[in-house]
């Protein structure tokens, strides 16, 4: 039986908050302890960088997603034992869900937040089966929680759907959340 896969979506810079790295790496050993492997953009900065560094340091498995486009920009983490250069956003946000399981948004940007929002969007339409969590450090995601909140109580989001997206500042009750996950 293959290990469970991770699509982790992060920020191609490491951020202000130091916190935000030591999470990172936090998931990273995380990852290890519960024979995940990791799917992610590819890249080799930022926060990107730093996940795939700390699961490779311990022989995890990485599956590196990377858009022709960037590669130049964020670097292409070739130390990966799966690499595929593919040709755009598009692409890639999809080979990240079909070779994955869960997904989760560290702190990140305008791309990470697209990357999570479409594939919780896929869930809840069932074009795939990957439950989302947010990795909510410092409450950076509260805001977000909050938005989603408002959704169901403004009748555009159902309370079942709102229930498979989780939102904690606890890797253990995350990584709960996905072992425990039944749609």
């Known amino acids: 039986m293959r290990n469970k ?5 992060c920020g191609a810079k490491i951020g202000n908050n130091t916190k935000y790295k ?18 992610y953009g590819g890249g080799t900065v930022g926060l990107m960088g730093v996940i795939a560094e700390t699961v490779l340091q311990q022989n995890g498995e990485v599956y590196a997603i990377m ?3 960037l590669k130049d920009l964020e670097g292409f983490e070739d130390e990966a034992q799966h690499t595929e250069i593919v040709d755009s956003m598009s692409v890639r946000k999809q080979r990240m ?18 990357e999570i929002v479409e594939a919780y969007s ?7 089966n990957n439950p989302c969590a947010f990795y909510n450090i410092d ?3 509260t805001p977000m929680k909050a938005m989603y909140d408002n959704m169901v109580v403004q009748g555009y989001l159902s309370k079942e759907n709102r229930q498979k997206l989780f939102f904690s500042d606890s ?13």
């Not at 702190?107 to 990470?112: E, I, L, R, V």
């Not at 009750?173 to 749609?183: K, L, P, R, S, V």
Request: charge should be negative.
């Open 139 to 141: 409450g950076f995601y």
């Open 22 to 39: 030591e999470a990172v790496m936090s998931l990273g050993q995380k990852m290890i302890n519960h024979n995940f492997d990791l799917v």
């Open 122 to 128: 896929w869930h809840i339409l069932g074009q795939v």
């Open 171 to 183: 890797l253990d009750d995350i990584f709960a959340f996905f072992e425990n996950y039944q749609n």
């Open 67 to 69: 858009p022709k486009f």
């Open 97 to 114: 869900l079909e070779l994955s399981d869960f997904c989760i948004a560290m702190p990140g940007g305008a791309g990470t937040l697209e």
């Open 5 to 9: 896969r991770l699509a982790v979506y």
